[in-house]
């Protein structure tokens, strides 16, 4: 298969830092540019503060970070955005506009109506919006938005139940591990031995998006799930792992066996496709009582952190409702991952 | 005020150190009588691993160990039990059997119908059961009850409310701390960097309490309240204090603000009296949009650790739902102290 | 006692929260100027991020933030700075030039041979320097200096050793609180679960540090003390109260039971002033195998957290050798209440 | 190669998952019966609360655990143990008597005279007291002991200096993981925010076990090591990983920059073997400053965990001292992953 050569944007920052590691041994994604501001001209291992205990490969520490433009990316098939928001909605525009398909991170585009906002096991169909964004903004480039890392495990979750049953309306309390906030980010003086029950804009973000990723695709554009979500988002001392207790409510009985068994058996179009970094089980279900847990779950899987890990999968109140917890990896699944799998769904389907 | 002199069962576990660190200045308490098994005819000094930061007082270290049974506790009025629940089971008995009123920290007698379960600013009428109880089991003394910690945290809050609204349906999230456990409880090796997302029987206790304490006395019985409660606990890295994440539903819109006003304003009968152990709010409104945090609010109020500390009230889904973070300490209002405060409100209605 | 008006440089910091704490119900000092530069005309309540579990007092929480200048502090009799060492370079130049005194946490001055840098019980003496200091420079105010906050403890806990025995050589590991590094500080990514084998800079600063405290005062001017040290600094997860694991090497035999009781009995001159700040006892000294703990001993003592806690006393490499754990808040003996105390011992004196 | 047969007895325990996990692929050695007291009867999957975050194998889960004893491991040639010090002080003689060479982790029998205690690459030639012990004792079978977790790490770093300066004192502080204390171990009411200063008699196996490792084996006994070591241990919120702050003196000047480099070049007789467990470098050393972190470095190398970390060389207290810091992976390096190293050594001599 032909090589896709990448660029990456933010490549000093906690996320960057992941983009490098998932693909130093990729097939057929090479990364070639590392693009940063302030690091611009420093090699890569001078600018980074490495936060991973595997090494960094002394490829990519000799190579020289790029400023973060268009020009910078010249030869490259994608470029993958792990920029901070505010700097990510102008540059992204600038890469999209210069023909380049950009696969982003930031929260800065996704909420726009021709900007697919994409999990590739659950709404690959909505990449459907390219075309539209290409024609409505006269771009040759494109570009594809990836969910809040809380908003990811929750909608994979879902599918399978979904699928199968009207969910009305549910209750979210996330207990989500401190990388979620980048580096520096949390502080240590704020967040051992607490809890923090408030991260910024984060429960919007969790039910605006989940109510666009579950939407369905039709005529060109995609209309807007209609869930009702009540969302608390907590910040605890966890390193990698966001951890999020569920209950919801559907249009008809749920038995919890038969939701249970329909996460656990769930695949989808990565899996068929044997993508690289699709996991054989997009849903592992753990069925001890007291999994699944950050510390031994975030790595489960074929494709370490790429599952999503549920369990105490259990009745509600009353028979259309069910209650479990599941675990997702915010910074595999919830973030470079997810737009990695992309990008190679988007390679695979033809529209890179 | 006549002195009300007290023994203590189970004063070397966690909760029996924290009623050993309350009632050493208690205005009229006095704490004369240690029981203990293991330790049995050790000083108390020797005998504790002690846990609190502050010094152990020299009178109760210097203070032998009595075997826990009713010749020990000869000449007391009143029985504290730390008891874990196998033994409190039978030994409860006994010290009620003997003449002695036992306030009980154990859930082996919370749900007997004739058994007072009681956060005194929310239920103290049910007191009212002690003369059923002891007219059916033809004892002297008598067992009244306290709830689970995070049961007493989340009832406190919603008395204002109830009072208010009918409450139809609930779904709480707890992040419980370790010192729920006892000690020595949580192994380190389980609970470091990590979420555990099960407590046993907890949940069940937090559903069947709940609609207990917030039942109906009349006619000498309790009416369990009917409220739907779907519960998911979990074990974070705190030492101290429960955090609980409430969504509820209500018969009739709730206005947030009203709600929040309701639960600032909240006094009781243990206020009214001016009991010593009584904290002038039972609930602390904080209204900055991160708090209550355990680390920072588990001690707060007038009496520290006796109220419970609310924050981020906030529509849930529609006007009839109400969403609120509460945080309560477990071994103060949770344990030790709500048992002090209902023997306080028992000598002051003359039940003692 | 006449009233001492103090203003506070750098008010907003996490120590000078400690200072707003500790001042607040201070017999004789009062705070009365608060001063930031970014924060300058907020009120301190809202431009502080209030990182105690105390509440802030309503008064300074109202006050108006000053921006750091001599003209903030007219009428003023101190000035107490915990600003950053860079901006504490000029600005505490500027203030003692224009007359007042400053007492300084920060390390800009503090080996400058004519500023004193004291911890009371140990060099009080020092205070001599300021003579010499308004003579050299022609100020009329003055600038005095209190130490990195691993060297309070340590030296503190030496003193009653050094007048006794001639150290020669003492090895130190230290286990720091995260606190140290102020806030926001230490990363909760590079922490959690994790000991940093560096501070930077810390280990120089102990060693000459120690030195000159440690040194003989006469003639006007401080000789240093001949001490060899080996010191490493390591950052640990807990959030106040440096641990330091002290091995050294003395001219003569040490008697462990000896060494230990004189620590246990020293007082020095804050202690027969009886100032308000001074702890009964400087050194408190734990026989238990498994003390002094940071989060145990941090506040122990009739003034919490002044008194450095020491436990663990035996003998090291032969009759000359002395090993023993101490324990040091480090952000009260460690810096605030090291510098009131000061403050406290030069208004007795009559230097201020 | 000729299959070794292996039997594990403490196979439910922390250290003896470890031997599963790391057991599960290895060329040679076959882990073929899994013994426990408790447990026998039970399958292992059963009986064992797994607390590591890779899957336990199907082959071992569903194995049946057999009763500790010599005719459980009937067939095998090997046993390895896992077991406390007082299960161990009789079950192990009892295996050595019935003719099985038991590669022991306990400290029951280190310190016996005809015993080796063996880091593999430290004291190889020590294996030559089994003859002595088989003799003496009229045993066919053998116990060979390997070190604390402590100690290990220790006497690997050591080594490369001992063989070139006579190192005359050090002294030694720790920060040790809380799995150095097995499952449940370390209770996180303890740990948590917190330093413990004291480990129950570690520091003496520390000075008793080095000095025997690093003794001469000549004429068919060990004359130990002439260094005299202070020692303080501690217990850190930290996991896996034990780190260590040294301070060293010997006999001539040592160059900080040689000794860097005697350590990043050291290897012994299972590298040049090539022995399945044996890292390619034991010693990694890292130059960042900063580093060691027992998160970041604990699985460092080719083998993980099997390499101790150093950093920080530097200069101590004139030209014939050293200071650096190590890190040790306690449960690989210190336990299972050394006593696996050492049956691969005894096999590939002979010895087995």
Known sequence: MKRLRAALAGATGAVGQRYVTMLRDHPFIRLEVLMGNESAGKS?????????????????????????????????????????????????????????????EASAHRMEPDVPLIVPEVNHEHLGLIERQRK?????????????????????????????YALKKCVVTTMQAVSGAGYPGVPSLDVIENVIPYIKDEEEKVSSESGKILGLFSSGSVSRARIQLAVSCNRVPVLEGH???????????????????????????????????????????RRERDRPQPRLDRMAGSVPGMSVVVGRVRRGIGPRSLQFTLLSHNTVRGAAGNAILTAELMRSRGVL
Chains 1, 2, 3, 4 share one sequence.
């Open 243 to 285: 951890t999020e207790s569920f209950y919801g409510e559907f249009g008809s009985p749920v038995d919890p066996a038969e939701a249970e068994e329909a996460m656990a058996s769930f695949v989808s179009l990565p899996q068929r496709l044997c993508l690289p970094t699709a996991p054989e089980r997009p849903i592992v279900v």
């Open 44 to 104: 890569y291992g001078e600018a980074v503060r490495w936060l991973d205990s595997t090494q960094l490969d002394e490829r990519y520490a000799s190579a020289e970070v790029s400023p973060t433009s268009p020009r910078s990316a010249d030869g490259c098939d994608i470029v993958f955005s792990a920029l901070p928001s505010v700097a990510a909605e102008k540059a992204e525009k600038e890469f999209a506009k210069a023909g380049f398909t950009v696969i982003s």
């Open 136 to 164: 409505r903004r006269g771009w040759k480039g494109a570009i594809v938005a990836t969910p809040n890392c809380t908003v990811t495990g929750l909608v994979l979750a879902l599918k399978p139940l979904t699928d199968r």
